[in-house]
């Protein structure tokens, strides 16, 4: 007989930590769910093999741990991490053992981040390690969301499905975000390119005709007075006080935007005041809000079909959710559910989804089938995304051509002003 621990939840939602006595890990579970209780993390207890060099001198243990390791900086991408899934999926549905398996992807992996993950999660699973467990110590590759799936697998012992559904979910997310950039991408391009124009202009083009106006003493304008101004004031020549070019703080202003932007969003009520007032914006405020439902709903809906308990299926969807609006709803729904109420009621009071989504929720309550009902939800929501981020795009190429050509025709018409004015004087002459 085996010592297990485990940690499981109560009927109340509440979790438990304890150890059973049993011949293996299902009876195990068998063990705990005849206590009432719903088990999230079932583990052998035994002696790992990295605890056994510590316990001889520790030298050993720091060379294994180093062994094939690379340095790298930031976090696994995405893109690896869904073939990853997906290999090890196909790899444990062929029938080999877990630890090969990983061993197989490890010697693969190219260096980086993820072979120095997999170097680590192939060592705590010979050691004794669940897999879950040993990925919850890699959050640079793994994260909450990824080891409660793969830890509902192994306890449910349909960890290739599991695995293949996780990488479904993550391609389909990946997908999401492709859309919402590649569109993005056309967009910023021309504003790059229309102000670098913009900026030589006013740097090398502007002067040469300011010296042509002061030859032939005319007259300027207000409009061609404020452009000089301004052209002066971007090559740092406005005054002789003037340190720093203008054109500095133009290219600047971005970066220090940014960081601003981040440094609000650190702090709690920041991030909730930005994602309020993000999520009202005019038309980009309902893209975000799509955005969030299908995120939010394709998440929840994965976890619960992969057996992961109500409750905390909720509160991992709730901590990667990204929008405290939605953070804030599905606590409301979360408290809601452990009272013994409803998903739907709260979901509805919070007004951030539209009727028909939460008809569909209050229908799989009902039916049994949430899961079912909130990935239908995201697929629907996919498509409504993928249609906004084409009529958005189709709607900023206009304004972008209305905005740049009233910028250059204002120089235009700010140079010419004066040049008609001397064509006058000569003539009248």
Not at 61 to 78: L, M, N, P
Request: net charge positive; aromatic share 6%.
């Amino acid at each position: 007989m085996a010592t297990f621990a485990y940690e499981a939840l109560n009927a109340s939602g509440k979790t438990q930590k304890g150890s059973v006595e049993a011949g293996d890990s299902q009876e195990a579970i068998a063990r705990i769910k005849g206590q009432g209780l719903y088990p999230t993390q079932v583990r052998e207890q035994k002696v790992k093999k990295s605890q056994a060099t510590a316990a001889s001198g520790g030298k050993g243990k720091k060379k294994a741990k180093k062994k094939g390791q690379t340095f790298a900086i930031g976090r696994v991408k995405a893109k690896q991490l869904t073939a990853f899934t997906r290999q090890l999926s196909t790899l444990q549905d062929a029938g080999l053992p877990l630890l090969r398996s990983l061993q197989i992807l490890e010697e693969q992996a190219k260096p980086g981040p993820l072979k120095n993950c997999l170097l680590s999660v192939c060592e705590e699973v010979s050691g004794g390690s669940s897999l879950s467990e040993a990925m919850s110590k890699n959050p640079k590759a793994f994260n909450t969301l990824y080891t409660k799936m793969v830890n509902a697998g192994e306890i449910g012992g349909v960890l290739d499905v599991i695995l293949q559904r996780l990488a479904e979910f993550m391609e389909k997310s990946q997908s999401l975000r492709r859309k919402i950039k590649g569109a993005m991408i056309y967009p910023v391009v021309v504003v790059v390119i229309a102000m670098a124009i913009l900026t030589a202009i006013m740097i090398f083009i502007i002067p040469k005709f300011e010296k042509i106006f002061q030859e032939f003493g005319v007259k300027l304008p207000g409009l061609t007075t404020w452009l000089i101004d301004t052209s002066r004031w971007a090559a740092g020549n406005s005054s002789p006080d003037q340190q720093v070019p203008g054109i500095v703080y133009i290219l600047a202003s971005p970066f220090v935007f940014f960081i601003f932007w981040k440094l609000i969003r650190k702090a709690g009520p920041g991030k909730a005041a930005t994602d309020i007032m993000l999520i009202r914006v005019p038309i980009f405020g309902a893209l975000i809000r799509k955005t969030a439902i299908a995120r939010f709903t394709r998440t929840l809906g994965t976890l619960i079909s992969a057996g992961v308990p109500i409750l905390e299926a909720i509160t991992i969807t709730k901590e990667t959710s990204g929008n405290y609006v939605f953070e804030r709803a599905l606590q409301n729904v979360h408290d809601s559910i452990r009272e013994g109420e409803s998903f739907a009621g709260p979901l509805r009071e919070s007004k951030t989804c539209d009727a028909i989504v939460v008809n569909m929720v209050d229908v799989g309550e009902e039916t049994g089938e949430m899961d079912v009902m909130l990935l239908k939800i995201a697929d629907n929501y996919d498509e409504e995304v993928d249609v906004a981020v084409q009529s958005l795009t189709k709607l900023i190429e206009p304004l972008m051509v209305v905005m740049l050509g009233g910028m250059v025709g204002t120089i235009v018409v700010a140079m010419f002003l004066p040049l008609v004015a001397m064509i006058e004087s000569l003539q009248g002459g």
